[in-house]
């Protein structure tokens, strides 16, 4: 996706705060290769992630703080494949052991 489209996707979103969107527009026109670019698909974790998430007031308020954050969320792909393998594990532990 074009940066141009991501930035209108940031625009126009309801769940991310208007701070949270000044980073985001910085982070969409990084350089294609570079690891702290948002990509689409990235921005749709960000929109659920704020959707879903109540972030504090101390780290919305403080620029540095909110920017560490959406750099790890960025830069790990907000850690999807450690929960994946997290809701595995959780699901086989919950069958228990396999009876022949």
């Known amino acids: 996706m074009k940066a141009k489209t991501v930035v209108e996707k940031i625009?126009?979103?309801?769940?991310?705060?208007?701070?949270?969107?000044q980073i985001?527009?910085?982070?969409?026109?990084?350089?294609?290769?570079?690891?702290y670019r948002l990509t689409?698909?990235?921005?749709d974790y960000m929109k659920l992630f704020f959707?879903?998430?109540?972030?504090p007031n101390d780290i919305l308020d403080n620029r540095n703080k909110l920017?560490?954050?959406?750099?790890k969320l960025i830069a790990t792909n907000f850690?999807?494949?450690?929960?994946?393998?997290?809701?595995l594990s959780l699901y086989l532990h919950q069958l228990g052991p396999?009876?022949?």
Request: net charge negative.
């Open 11 to 21: 625009c126009k979103s309801q769940d991310i705060p208007d701070v949270v969107k």
């Open 24 to 35: 985001l527009y910085e982070h969409a026109v990084f350089e294609v290769d570079d690891k």
């Open 40 to 43: 689409g698909k990235k921005l």
């Open 51 to 55: 959707a879903e998430c109540d972030i």
């Open 67 to 71: 920017k560490g954050l959406i750099n």
């Open 79 to 87: 850690r999807l494949k450690e929960h994946m393998w997290f809701l």
């Open 98 to 100: 396999e009876e022949d």
